[in-house]
């Protein structure tokens, strides 16, 4: 079992930044994907961003060089950097672990991003 907690989300201008984090606690390998996701009102939850073992990234196109994501093994926590955030990056964004061995995913409760002015 993997548990995991999101933290960082709020209220932020067009053009401002936030941080997310996520932690991680339970049965998380260093060879698990974690990434994250997001979802809008009245959409479909989306991948945003996802770092695989050995260090290969992912980013959806709509966030391509606004968003960086990072992970720390050692601690058990993904990052999420989000910079020019713009009010359609507004979402409840959410934490994901993959296990590659047993095809299981894990999801956080969610953090709520809100970018307006």
């Known amino acids: 079992q993997v548990q995991l907690v999101e933290s960082g989300g709020g209220l932020v201008q067009p053009g401002g930044s936030l941080r997310l984090s996520c932690l991680a606690s339970g049965s998380v390998f260093a060879t698990d994907a974690m990434g994250w996701y997001r979802q809008a009102p009245g959409k479909q939850r989306q991948l945003v961003a996802r770092?695989?073992?050995?260090?290969?990234?992912f980013y959806a196109d709509s966030v391509k060089g606004r968003f960086t994501i990072s992970r720390d093994n050692a601690k058990n926590t993904v990052s999420l950097q989000m910079n020019s955030l713009k009010p359609e990056d507004t979402a409840v964004y959410y934490c994901?672990?993959?296990?590659?061995?047993?095809?299981?995913?894990?999801w956080g409760k969610g953090t709520l991003v809100t970018v307006s002015s």
């Open positions: 770092m695989v073992s050995g260090g290969s990234t």
């Open positions: 994901n672990v993959y296990h590659y061995g047993d095809g299981m995913n894990y």
